[in-house]
Antibody
Framework: EVQLVESGGGLVQPGRSLKLSCAAS????????MAWVRQAPKKGLEWVAT????????YYPDSVKGRFTISRDNAKSSLYLQMNSLKSEDTATYYC?????????WGQGVMVTVSS | ETVLTQSPTTTAASPGEKVTITCRAS?????MHWYQQKSGASPKLWIY???KLASGVPNRFSGSGSGTSYSLIISSIESEDAATYYC?????????FGAGTKLELK
C-alpha cells in the first residue's frame, strides 16, 4: 500500500523558514517524480514544486521560485520542501504527492501557518 | 500558463440524476485529469488521461473531451459522490488546477 506521510508543519513568522518532510512507503520511491501541492484555507489546489527521480531536475511556479527548494533522499524514501522567506500567502495545507504525469497518491497534508 | 475554468462552481443534484462538470482550458491540452476531494480529506485521483478511471472509482463516472474542453460525467449520482471535483492539466508548464466544482446532494 502506497503511503505518504508529511511532517514539519506549524506556525512560523513572516520572513522565517520551515522545512517539510514526506516519508514514502509501499512503492519504489526512486522510480517516481514527486511533488508538493498546497491548498490555502477554503481555496483550491496549487502546484508548488516537482523533482525528478534522481533529484537533478526541479520545477517551481513563479509564486515560490527562489524561496522554496524541493529535494529528495532516495536512500531514505523521503521528500523535502525547504521554505524560506515565508509570506502570509504561503499559509496552506501542504500535500506530498507522487507524480507520474498526474498526482496519483497524496499524503494527509500538513498545515503551515505564516503569521506574526 | 494554461488557465482551467470549471463550470458550474457549485451544483446540487438529486440521487439518480445525471451530472456533468465541464473544464475549459485557455489553450489546447493533450489530457485532463480529475480529482475528488471530500471535506477535511486529501484529494484523490479520480480520472486520469481524460477518460481512465482511477482504481476503485465506480463506473457511473466517466471522462471525455479534447483540445480545450473536457467533462466529468456522473451517470446516476449517489450520496457518496458529494464532494469537490478539480480538473488538472500537465500538458504545458506549469501544471495547473481548475478552481473546483462543489457537488451537493439534494
Amino acid at each position: 500500500e502506497v503511503q505518504l506521510v508529511e511532517s514539519g508543519g506549524g506556525l512560523v513568522q513572516p520572513g522565517r523558514s520551515l522545512k517539510l518532510s514526506c516519508a514514502a512507503s509501499g512503492f519504489t520511491f526512486s522510480n517516481y517524480y514527486m511533488a508538493w501541492v498546497r491548498q490555502a484555507p477554503k481555496k483550491g489546489l496549487e502546484w508548488v514544486a516537482t523533482i525528478s527521480t534522481s533529484g537533478s531536475r526541479t520545477y517551481y511556479p513563479d509564486s515560490v521560485k527562489g524561496r522554496f527548494t524541493i529535494s529528495r533522499d532516495n536512500a531514505k524514501s523521503s521528500l523535502y520542501l525547504q521554505m524560506n522567506s515565508l509570506k502570509s500567502e504561503d499559509t496552506a495545507t501542504y500535500y506530498c504527492a507522487r507524480e507520474p504525469h498526474y498526482f496519483d497518491y497524496w499524503g494527509q497534508g500538513v498545515m503551515v501557518t505564516v503569521s506574526s | 500558463e494554461t488557465v482551467l475554468t470549471q463550470s458550474p462552481t457549485t451544483t446540487a443534484a438529486s440521487p439518480g440524476e445525471k451530472v456533468t462538470i465541464t473544464c475549459r482550458a485557455s489553450s489546447s491540452v493533450s489530457y485532463m485529469h480529475w480529482y475528488q476531494q471530500k471535506s477535511g480529506a486529501s484529494p484523490k485521483l479520480w480520472i486520469y488521461d481524460t477518460s481512465k478511471l482511477a482504481s476503485g472509482v465506480p463506473n457511473r463516472f466517466s471522462g471525455s473531451g479534447s483540445g480545450t474542453s473536457y467533462s466529468l460525467i456522473i451517470s446516476s449520482i449517489e450520496s457518496e459522490d458529494a464532494a469537490t471535483y478539480y480538473c488538472q492539466q500537465k500538458s504545458s508548464d506549469p501544471p495547473t488546477f481548475g478552481a473546483g466544482t462543489k457537488l451537493e446532494l439534494k
